[in-house]
């Protein structure tokens, strides 16, 4: 059985640093281009980063140059590290497994990360 659960959210100050973790388990881990959304209250999910399976990425216009993605194929983990935090980060957010061949695609259940004072 495919899962994705993540780890790390929580209360932050403006200017604080989160690291979020997602552990995969059930599915071919390697295979699969990894991704995190978040989604604020009254918002649509957004794309926040985005990892391939070769270990390219991208970012939200939002994000870049303050959260880092990264995996490690061997403990079937993905990893976004958030630094310089601002409430409009506020969200909850989300690990996504993508295999785009076949068009198959796994949510997490989502961590809660709050910035404020």
């Known amino acids: 059985q495919a899962q994705l659960v993540e780890s790390g959210g929580g209360l932050v100050q403006p200017g604080g640093s989160l690291k979020l973790s997602c552990a995969a388990s059930g599915f071919s881990f390697g295979n699969y281009v990894m991704s995190w959304y978040r989604q604020a209250p009254g918002k649509e999910r957004e794309l926040v980063a985005i990892?391939?399976?070769?270990?390219?990425?991208d970012y939200a216009d939002s994000v870049k140059g303050r959260f880092t993605i990264s995996r490690d194929n061997n403990k079937k983990m993905v990893v976004l590290e958030m630094n310089n935090l601002k409430p409009e980060d506020t969200a909850m957010y989300y690990c996504?497994?993508?295999?785009?061949?076949?068009?198959?695609?796994?949510w997490g259940q989502g961590t809660q990360v709050t910035v404020s004072p």
């Open positions: 996504k497994a993508t295999w785009p061949s076949i068009r198959n695609t796994y």
């Open positions: 990892i391939t399976t070769g270990g390219n990425t």
